[in-house]
């Protein structure tokens, strides 16, 4: 059974080299043009996006409102302290470490409670 930590762990994984991590869509491909998470051509996402794909990789499916993908939301977003991931991941002085160190602490955390 799939749990919030194999998704965090997963997502982490999908955006750990730069050029894999977006701001302003939750998807692209190379061309930085978007595409749905689950289509092979899918290259780049941020954070929400990591977390839709990497739940799309573990399970072999994409489901809105799904109560592993919102805990999983729930959990990086308690990491860096906000209400919306979309609007931290996407502000201009973020940086590609910041994410990544947000991600290793939502696993951590979940880690504990695994």
């Not at 982490?12 to 092979?40: F, Q, S, Y």
């Not at 899918?42 to 489901?63: E, K, M, N, V």
């Not at 973020?94 to 880690?111: G, M, N, P, S, Y």
Request: charged content about 25%; hydrophobic content about 45%; aromatic content about 8%.
């Amino acid at each position: 059974m799939t749990t919030v930590y194999d998704v965090l762990v997963k997502a982490r994984e999908v955006i750990t080299k730069p050029e894999h991590w977006i701001k302003g869509m939750t998807c692209a491909n190379e061309a930085l043009i978007p595409v749905d998470i689950t289509r092979e051509a899918a290259y780049c996402f941020c954070s929400i996006g990591a977390i839709d794909r990497a739940l799309y990789l573990l399970d072999g499916t994409f489901r809105l409102n799904d109560v592993l993908l919102d805990s999983a939301f729930d959990a990086l977003a308690k990491s860096v302290k906000v209400d919306s991931i979309a609007l931290w991941n996407d502000d201009s002085c973020r940086t590609h470490e910041e994410v990544l160190a947000a991600f290793d602490d939502a696993i951590a955390q979940t880690k504990e409670t695994k």
